[in-house]
Nanobody, 120 residues
Framework: VQLQASGGGLAQAGGSLRLSCAAS????????VGWFRQAPGKEREFVAV????????RYADSVKGRFTISRDNAKNTVSLQMNSLKPEDTAVYYC??????????????WGQGTQVTVSS
């Protein structure tokens, strides 16, 4: 499975961005997909995960109520809708495919990352 994240950019605080993760490979629909982020000088952290079917989702407390993860297995894509953005959401965002988990080690496949910058 190969993953490509896109949709990052510059947004003002309170604004919105929508990230996409496009996957190649026929087995994509069998994997959970997570989003992680890494801010400058910090460790990469869990943001959200969606189950293979899309029926289950889980969010980090820091983004709960503001971010929404969704997937379209027919199109091999997973999206992360980010609303009410805050400067502390500034980071490189990565999508990853693997086993349902908030832990990086559970994900075997990673995209290249897309930069999100939120100005105050």
């Amino acid at each position: 499975v190969q993953l490509q994240a896109s949709g990052g950019g510059l947004a003002q605080a309170g604004g919105s961005l929508r990230l996409s993760c496009a996957a190649s490979g026929r087995t994509f629909s069998t994997y959970a997909v997570g989003w992680f982020r890494q801010a400058p000088g910090k460790e990469r952290e869990f943001v959200a995960v969606i189950s293979w079917s899309g029926a289950d989702t889980r969010y980090a407390d820091s983004v709960k109520g503001r971010f929404t993860i969704s997937r379209d297995n027919a199109k091999n894509t997973v999206s992360l809708q980010m609303n009410s953005l805050k400067p502390e959401d500034t980071a490189v965002y990565y999508c990853a495919a693997g086993t349902w988990s908030a832990l990086e080690r559970s994900y075997a496949y990673w995209g290249q990352g897309t930069q999100v910058t939120v100005s105050s």
